[in-house]
């Protein structure tokens, strides 16, 4: 496959596909000639139920190509520019000085040479930035056909060059005859990052999920979208870097610019190597493809025997073994399901007689993965669809197939991230060979209206399945199409982030805060939330979501901690920490609490309230809004406080993730998920435990669905992306050299 720009000049694209700067390259056409040779037709249209397979697809690829020579183009330029510069990693990583003498921090720094030396540095970092960016990115666009040796010198360019910051910025701080303690933290982190190497570690969450789910899922979303993630990060993080250079630069003396450049640079190298470790993932899972399309999918967590669940043709069984696998309750008045066997809840999903519960399939097709898979639901639906000659009347036989088609829509429309590639073409051919031939015993039922909706199932699924796709693909290639915005790696600025969060209004602080963390909250899914997932190791795949939104909120409490206590003098601890409850008081007002419980977690933990001299500076009308604050987010009685006041207010809202983790353990740890019959000693499935976990991620939806009206404002929002921080125990070591334990409380509130 070959094009020319606009010069006539030939450019190959079936070999390796270059992203350019600023706007990563769509993967879609440069795959489309490699996926038709391999008779994959992921990437291409095909002729099926609802596609489109016409001259518009032609016209859209044309397009779509059009916009692939430009990026190209682009990109030529600006490799050409790069390779002409002097003295750049570019065409010399590491050679960003004349001399290196200055790297051993054993060795002391010719302070006049100091500020050249990390002006060079910060030009240095922007380069190795930008080139360690693209070729992660070009790497995960095509992880097989490259090798592995361009990103790891990449990589290694990159942890060299913060090394030789880090190790400028340390003896400056010698020079200046930092604290003792401060000292031990900068020789830590350094030493830190000097160990950091990209030895080709495998992601487990990503091998795990490999292992339990389809393989192109997998590859196509999860590790693409973490790696956009962590990509993005590591671009923060340079201009992190860049920012706390410039204070290093500006003010030598005040050491908390030495601390802050050493977080950064820590949190900075880890990113790194997240992004290296992905993209060799990515790389380890495409070659060996055919392993991982092979793994069965096993029903985890439930102990049922393979002759209950799968061999157990749902039309097979008695009457006697059906009345007997169910066992019916009643709530708010209604007759509901307890327990029963799979079958039976395939059943009633899709029953020939009666009207189905609407709140039944909700938590059905919301829980189902709680108990099975979605290969083994949709054989069971399947299963059912296909009544056996004489067992129903034409009306009921009619009323299941519909019903049965209704509950696939269902489920296609509202868990599609469920299905993997060879799943969504298995439905394609159940849609088009089966579901369409029985177009005229559907609109004969005319039940309620919903003939009308599925007036020709083969052709509405086709559809479905189109869009969905279709939104997919869009997600995927999202994930390369923002702007990465390499071009602010260049960007410099005399404010360090310390002015710029004292000079900001809380107001657009606690927005830019709730902008990020909703982010990070509307992006979690069912499956995230069932059988306690975020907790164990082995499902911990299903809940990166999960997982990333606990570990914003353990950053923002490090971070309030750390903002603090990199402080020297009481005074400006002061300031940050009325700083941070005028913040935690807006965060309110915009009902985010989930990032408000990080902020009060931060300012309650003990590094900073063992902090007399600086609590003792507060104002009363401070400590008491801190107070009011703390009284609503306090724990007791299952935060019984903040739970009213949250059923109390209006959309939109953040919601602290916690309570509902919480519930969610509470639920799991005190109901089996299976029990027993007492007439015929089958397992049952607790579908009561499900429907209370229901009404939880059903809460969770709600808050989902109503977003903030809420604008990125920078360079706030790029600063509060990335909270680089110091540990808990790093923190309380700060603390005690802040304030030693026996420094008396000597201010009096109200003075602020």
């Not at 309110?588 to 007399?612: E, P």
């Not at 009404?695 to 929002?717: N, T």
């Amino acid at each position: 496959l070959k094009i020319q720009n606009s010069s006539g000049v030939t450019i190959p694209l079936n070999g390796i596909p270059l992203p350019m700067p600023g706007k990563p390259l769509q993967p879609s056409l440069i795959k489309a000639q490699q996926n038709n040779n391999n008779n994959n037709n992921n990437a291409i249209a095909t002729d099926k139920p609802g596609s489109n397979n016409s001259e518009e697809e032609v016209d859209g690829s044309k397009q779509e190509l059009d916009m692939i020579v430009h990026q190209l183009e682009k990109y030529a330029d600006w490799r050409k520019t790069m390779s002409k510069k002097q003295g750049t990693t570019a065409n010399k990583p590491g050679a960003t000085t004349d001399s290196d003498e200055f790297l051993n921090p054993h060795q002391k720094l010719d302070i006049k040479k100091a500020p050249q030396q990390l002006k060079s540095l910060s030009a240095a970092l922007s380069d190795v930035g930008l080139e360690y960016i693209v070729t992660a990115n070009e790497d995960m666009l095509d992880p097989s056909a490259r090798p592995a040796d361009k990103l790891k010198k990449a990589a290694e360019d990159f942890l060299q060059t913060i090394n030789k910051i880090l190790t400028v910025s340390l003896n400056m701080a010698q020079h200046y005859k930092v604290e003792s303690t401060a000292e031990k933290l900068l020789v830590g982190e350094l030493a830190y990052v000097t160990q950091q190497k990209p030895d080709g570690t495998l992601d487990p969450l990503s091998l795990e999920a490999a292992s339990h789910q389809g393989f192109k899922l997998l590859n196509d979303v999860n590790i693409q979208s973490r790696v956009f993630s962590t990509s993005n990060a590591v671009r923060v993080l340079c201009i992190q870097e860049l920012s706390a250079i410039n204070e290093v630069q500006s003010n030598p003396k005040v050491h908390s610019g030495q601390l802050v450049l050493s977080t950064t640079s820590k949190a900075l190298a880890n990113s790194i190597i997240a992004l290296f470790t992905l993209v060799e993932t990515a790389r380890y899972l495409s070659k060996n493809r055919h392993k991982y399309n092979s793994v069965s999918m096993p029903i985890k967590n439930l102990d049922l025997s393979k002759e209950e669940m799968a061999d157990k043709n749902i039309w097979d069984e008695d009457e006697q073994s059906i009345q007997d696998d169910i066992k019916m309750g009643v709530d708010k008045g209604k007759p509901v399901i307890e327990m029963a066997s799979f079958n039976n809840l395939i059943r009633r999903l899709t029953s020939e007689i009666g009207e189905v519960d609407p709140s039944f399939q909700k938590t059905f097709v919301t829980t189902y993965l709680s108990f099975t898979n979605p290969y083994v639901l949709f054989s069971k639906l399947i299963e059912r669809y296909r009544v056996p000659p004489g067992r129903l009347q034409d009306d009921m036989l009619a009323r299941v197939k519909l019903r049965t088609s209704i509950v696939l829509k269902y489920w296609i429309e509202h868990q599609f991230y469920d299905l993997d590639q060879d799943l969504v073409e298995k439905i394609y051919k159940f849609t088009s060979e089966e579901l369409t031939t029985e177009f005229a015993k559907m609109v004969k039922m005319g039940e309620d209206g919903q003939s009308t909706m599925l007036s020709n199932p083969g052709t509405a699924l086709g559809k479905v399945l189109d869009r969905k796709k279709a939104e997919r693909r869009e997600k995927t290639l999202a994930m390369f199409q923002q702007e990465v915005k390499l071009q602010e790696l260049k960007l410099s600025s005399n404010k360090s982030f310390h002015d710029l969060f004292l000079n900001a209004p809380d107001e657009a602080i606690a927005r830019q805060l709730t902008l990020i963390d909703f982010s990070l909250f509307s992006r979690i899914e069912p499956a995230g939330l069932l059988n306690q997932s975020w907790n164990k190791a082995h499902l911990q795949y299903r809940s990166t979501n999960v997982l990333a939104m606990i570990a914003r909120t353990n950053k923002v409490s490090f971070w309030v901690a750390s903002m603090i206590l990199f402080q020297e003098k009481w005074k400006e601890r002061k300031k940050i920490w009325k700083k941070f409850i005028g913040v935690a008081e807006h965060l309110k007002k915009l009902n985010n609490f989930h990032t408000l419980m990080g902020i009060i977690a931060g300012l309650n933990s003990s590094s900073i309230t063992r902090l007399k001299t600086t609590v003792a500076g507060l104002s009363a009308k401070s400590t008491q809004a801190f107070s009011r604050l703390e009284q609503l987010m306090h724990p007791q009685g299952s935060f019984r406080n903040y739970r009213e006041y949250l059923h109390s207010q209006s959309l939109p809202c953040l919601p602290y993730l916690g309570t509902y983790l919480s519930d969610l353990t509470f639920m799991e740890d005190g109901n089996p998920d299976t029990v027993i019959s007492p007439t015929n000693g089958h397992t049952l499935i607790n579908f009561g435990k499900r429907q209370m976990v229901y009404y939880v991620i059903a809460e969770i939806q709600q808050y989902q669905s109503c977003h903030y009206d809420i604008k990125e404002a920078e360079p706030l929002y790029t600063f509060l992306q990335e909270l680089p921080s110091f540990t808990d125990k790093q923190l309380y070591t700060l603390s005690q050299q802040r304030e030693p334990k026996e420094t008396k409380a000597t201010k009096t509130v109200g003075q602020d």
